[in-house]
């Protein structure tokens, strides 16, 4: 296993010409040149994490530490046969939104995300999403069986399959591939959201899930709210019903406490239910089930929260 702390993610990777054909399959010849990018580890920030990158077959590429902002840069050589690349964070600890004058709350979950392709990492802009999100995406996607279905086709599906599922709202705007876009890293020093970005978005949802966590009787941690819904999803479980009524107006009164200048909309509710599994060329299932409630949202105009 290669160890790195470089400034920047480089895959090397198998059948990508000069003019970017996407990998997936195909052969092990190496790619013309790198790419670069980073990953950002959030629930809120995730900070002092080990994430380590491997195929899906789970051979390993790499290993880093992420910073204070839950960002780190990291290089891995891979080919082809590798990807779908599966990034699994674990240890260190993050800022829960919902509680933001509590110390950092130490992790002991592991948090994972997935490259289905580098055209996919390329399109998010080379920062990588490793949030609850992405982590359910993963269960789903490694619950496909055979395992030789589990390719990048059935990755894009599996985010699609969680983004209606829990939060419309975050796909509607460049499809479900946004869920593997960086979020804005939300920190004890950071807590503004004000730009109004799909990075400042996403980490609105991520705050929705930690109030639901801490409204719970009793209340759980964030993370221990993403292993639930993990089980569930890898389970064939219906996730939870909070989760599905909630989020979304969770999510809007975050949104207001931080001064967030988009707005929190979702064309359609969150259908909830079960997960349904992708198959190769013939996407997810069937419908997931009911979801909770609605709503076309509003504008995250208030005061800014602490």
Do not use: H, W
């Amino acid at each position: 296993m290669k160890m790195f702390n470089s400034t920047r993610l480089k895959l090397l990777a198998a059948g990508i010409l000069s003019a970017g054909v996407i990998v997936g399959c195909g052969s092990d010849k190496k790619a013309d040149g790198p790419l670069s990018g980073s990953i950002t580890a959030a629930q809120g920030a995730l900070v002092g994490a080990s994430c380590l990158v491997t195929s899906n077959a789970g051979a390993a590429l790499g290993q880093v530490t992420t910073g204070a902002s839950g960002t780190v840069d990291i290089v891995v050589d891979a080919v082809a046969s590798d990807f779908p690349l599966i990034v699994s964070c674990t240890g260190g600890s993050y800022f829960d939104e919902a509680n933001p004058t509590a110390p950092l709350t130490t992790n002991t979950e592991t948090m994972r995300s997935i490259i289905p392709n580098l055209a996919t990492y390329n399109s998010v802009g080379r920062n990588l999403a490793v949030t609850p999100f992405t982590e359910l995406a993963v269960a789903l996607f490694k619950s496909i069986t055979p395992a030789s279905d589990q390719v990048a086709e059935t990755a894009l599906e599996s985010l699609t399959e969680i983004a209606d599922l829990l939060a419309p709202g975050l796909a509607d705007a460049g499809g479900s591939v946004d869920l593997l876009a960086g979020p804005t890293p939300v920190t004890d020093a950071n807590t503004d959201l004000s730009g109004g970005s799909q990075a400042d978005l996403y980490a609105v949802y991520l705050a929705g899930l930690a109030q639901i966590a801490k409204d719970r009787t009793p209340s759980i941690t964030p993370a221990a709210l993403m292993k639930e819904l993990s089980n569930q999803v890898a389970g064939g479980n219906a996730v939870s019903g909070d989760v599905v009524s909630n989020l979304f107006s969770k999510a809007q009164a975050f949104a207001s406490s931080k001064n967030f200048s988009g707005t929190v909309t979702q064309s359609k509710p969150a259908k909830g239910g079960v997960a349904q599994k992708p198959t190769v060329g013939g996407g997810t299932g069937g419908t997931g089930g009911t979801g909770g409630t609605g709503g076309t949202g509003a504008t995250g105009a208030g005061s800014t929260g602490s």
